[in-house]
């Protein structure tokens, strides 16, 4: 014959044996994936991966669309600040309004920054449907600025924010001479 209280207390044990094993695959659970998710970039939404989506610029001034003009630089805080609602703007406007980003770190791009006096990054651009400019924005602008002028735009309407500057990214190197002031001294004189 078997002891009830015996029975009890192995039944006991096992019942606390299986807790302390639940509670420590929770804890390696719980560890593993705080660990994934301090490793992983804070947005997911890079400025690479906007530059890959947008439209090219050939293709923005002839398509009879409106379009916006991101010029910027890998090395921008405040477009890579940006790049997260830019995305968002994109989902919303991207079937009327053509995104055009322009890396100001490409030389390619110098004639454009000329025509479009970029002095400062983040510098948008707003094109009307015959590419001629109706608006530029320098610096970082709140999504709200964004889509109302973005709303305006698809709307041949006048844009809300036609001339705005918000805060500005900080220089983290400086080229040794230049001519003329460009986007890395954001509009100040030399």
């Known amino acids: 014959m078997t002891n009830p209280l015996e029975d009890r207390s192995a039944a006991v044990a096992l019942s606390q044996r299986l807790r302390n094993a639940v509670i420590a695959v929770a804890a390696v659970i719980l560890s593993v994936a705080l660990v994934i998710g301090l490793r992983s970039p804070a947005s997911s939404t890079s ?7 947008s439209v090219p610029l050939d293709a923005a001034l002839t398509n009879d669309r409106p379009s916006m003009i991101e010029f910027y630089a ?11 609602d830019m995305a968002t703007l994109k989902a919303e406007y991207g079937d009327r309004i053509d ?8 030389d390619k791009w110098l004639p454009e920054m000329t025509a479009y006096r970029i002095d400062g990054i983040p510098h948008f651009v707003f094109l009307n449907q015959q ?5 530029s924005l320098l610096g970082e602008q709140p999504q709200t600025v ?11 309407q006048t844009l809300p924010y036609q001339q705005r ?3 500005l990214s900080g220089i983290q190197e400086a ?3 230049m001519a003329q ?5 954001h509009g100040q004189p030399l």
């Open 47 to 53: 400025l690479a991966a906007l530059a890959a989506e």
């Open 74 to 84: 890998n090395w921008c805080t405040s477009c890579q600040a940006m790049a997260p």
């Open 99 to 106: 995104f055009v980003m322009l890396n100001v770190d490409n």
């Open 131 to 135: 590419g001629e400019s109706v608006a």
């Open 146 to 156: 964004m889509a109302a002028d973005l709303e305006a735009l698809a709307s041949q």
């Open 165 to 167: 500057q918000g805060p």
């Open 175 to 177: 080229p040794a001479v």
């Open 181 to 185: 002031p460009g986007p890395r001294d």
